[in-house]
């Protein structure tokens, strides 16, 4: 069974750090692109941060430049990473993972054929 599987999320005050894990099953998940989006309550899904598997490139939305990094775990293949440094209340969300088969970072999530269900973060003191 194809799927893939947030986990990481939680309560952390503003300053402080999570590290998001996306876990694939079913297939490799080293072919694909992969996709981080967050959707808050009342607000649109938005991109927060892509990664090509062609290149390597990463990309990061501007509100989480310089916080947020995005990765592959070098030693298991089929889990990447969000690691979310200096956390702001504004970073609350369901934060989710997605998988492209084109192999190219895209902010535009129709091009990610594979979701998680997604991971609830809270900033708050």
């Known amino acids: 069974q194809v799927q893939l599987a947030e986990s990481g999320g939680g309560l952390v005050q503003p300053g402080g750090s999570l590290r998001l894990s996306c876990a694939a099953s079913?297939?490799?998940?080293?072919?694909?692109?992969i996709g981080w989006f967050r959707q808050a309550p009342g607000k649109e899904r938005e991109g927060v941060s892509c990664l090509s598997t062609i290149d390597g490139s990463t990309y990061y939305a501007d509100s989480v430049k310089g916080r947020f990094t995005i990765s592959r775990d070098n030693a298991n293949r089929n889990t990447v990473y969000l690691q979310m440094n200096s956390q702001k209340r504004e970073d609350t969300a369901v934060y989710y993972c997605?998988?492209?088969?084109?192999?190219?970072?895209?902010?535009?999530?129709?091009?990610?054929?594979?979701w998680g269900r997604g991971t609830q973060v809270t900033v708050s003191s």
């Open positions: 079913g297939f490799t998940l080293d072919y694909y692109a």
């Open positions: 997605a998988a492209g088969a084109t192999g190219w970072a895209t902010w535009d999530p129709t091009e990610y054929e594979y």
